[in-house]
C-alpha cells in the first residue's frame, strides 16, 4: 500500500473510474483530524463527515438537532489533515429542504469554509431539484435514500423501506431521480438485499450501501461502530473489528491506579 504522501487525491471521476472498472469504493466517516488520519492512511476511497457526529460525538439520539455550524466545524477539522480520500460533507437538517437556493448556499459554505470536495443531500425526487441546482454550480452532490435518519421523528423510529412492491418501486424512482439531477453517487441504508441489487442495477453511478447488502458498488460504515468506540447500541448493519471502548476504559483506570499509588511519574516522565 502506498503512503498517505504518495497516493493521487481521489476524486469524483476517479471514483467513476473505479466504478466502472468492478472496483468496490470504501467509505467511513471521520469527526476530526486525527481520525482522519489514522482513516487516510489506511487508504480509503471516500471520508463522510457525517450529520451521525451528533450521536457519536456530540450525545444527541438523533441527527436532527445537529447544525450547520458543528457539520462545518468538524468539516474543518478533518480536512486540516489534508485526506488524499474525497471528503464529503453531511448537510444536516433543513440546510436544503426550503429551496434549491437554500442548498446552493449552504453547500458553498462546506466547500468554502469546511473545504470538503463534496455534499451528501438525503431523499429522492423530492430533493432532486435541490441536487441539480448544485450540481449546475459545480458542487459534486452525494445523494442518500432508504433509511434517511434526518426524518426519523416524521416516521417514528428507524424502519427498513421497500419491502412492498410499492415501496420498492418508489424507491427506484428516487435513485433514477437523484441520478438524473446529477449526483456522482448514492448511498443505499438500510434497504433489502434484492432492492438495493435492483437500484444498483438500474443505475450507472455508483451504489454506496450501508445495511443494504454486498450488490451495491461500495460500502460506508461508521468510525465508531466499527471500532467499537459506540456502544449505546450495535446496529445490524455494523461489524465489529476492534473493541477501543474496552481497551480505553482499560489504559484509563491502569493510569488512574499509578498516580494514586505513586508508581507515574517517574524521574523518566520529569524535567531537570
Do not use: W
Not at 43 to 55: E, H, K, N, R, Y
Not at 94 to 120: C, H, I, M, W
Amino acid at each position: 500500500m502506498k503512503a498517505q504522501s504518495e497516493r493521487e487525491k481521489v476524486t469524483v471521476r476517479e471514483l467513476r473510474r473505479k466504478s466502472d472498472a468492478g472496483e468496490t469504493i470504501v467509505a467511513v466517516t471521520a469527526y476530526d483530524a486525527l481520525t482522519a488520519r489514522l482513516v487516510d492512511g489506511v487508504g480509503f476511497d471516500i471520508i463522510l463527515v457525517g450529520d451521525s457526529l451528533g450521536m457519536t460525538v456530540l450525545g444527541y439520539e438523533n441527527t436532527v438537532p445537529v447544525t450547520i455550524e458543528d457539520c462545518l466545524y468538524h468539516a474543518a477539522a478533518v480536512t486540516r489533515a489534508r485526506p488524499t480520500a474525497l471528503v464529503v460533507g453531511d448537510m444536516p437538517f433543513l440546510t436544503y429542504q426550503v429551496s434549491p437556493e437554500q442548498a446552493l448556499v449552504n453547500a458553498a459554505r462546506f466547500l468554502q469554509e469546511g473545504g470538503t470536495d463534496a455534499v451528501k443531500l438525503e431523499g429522492g425526487q423530492f430533493i432532486a431539484p435541490a441536487i441539480r441546482r448544485l450540481v449546475q454550480a459545480g458542487i459534486p452532490v452525494l445523494g442518500h435514500i432508504g433509511v434517511l435518519p434526518q426524518a426519523v421523528l416524521a416516521v417514528g423510529g428507524y424502519r427498513v423501506p421497500g419491502r412492498t412492491p410499492e415501496e420498492a418501486d418508489a424507491l427506484v424512482a428516487d435513485a433514477l431521480a437523484v441520478q438524473d439531477a446529477g449526483a456522482f453517487a448514492l448511498v443505499l441504508e438500510c434497504l433489502p438485499m434484492a432492492l438495493s441489487a435492483r437500484i444498483t442495477e438500474a443505475l450507472d453511478i455508483p451504489t454506496i450501501g450501508i445495511g443494504a447488502g454486498p450488490h451495491c458498488g461500495g460500502q460506508i460504515q461508521v468510525l465508531h461502530d466499527v471500532v467499537g468506540l459506540f456502544e449505546a447500541f450495535v446496529p445490524r448493519h455494523t461489524k465489529r473489528y476492534a473493541f477501543l471502548a474496552e481497551a480505553m476504559r482499560e489504559a484509563l483506570g491502569e493510569y488512574r491506579d499509578e498516580v494514586r499509588s505513586g508508581e507515574f511519574p517517574t524521574q523518566e516522565h520529569s524535567f531537570k
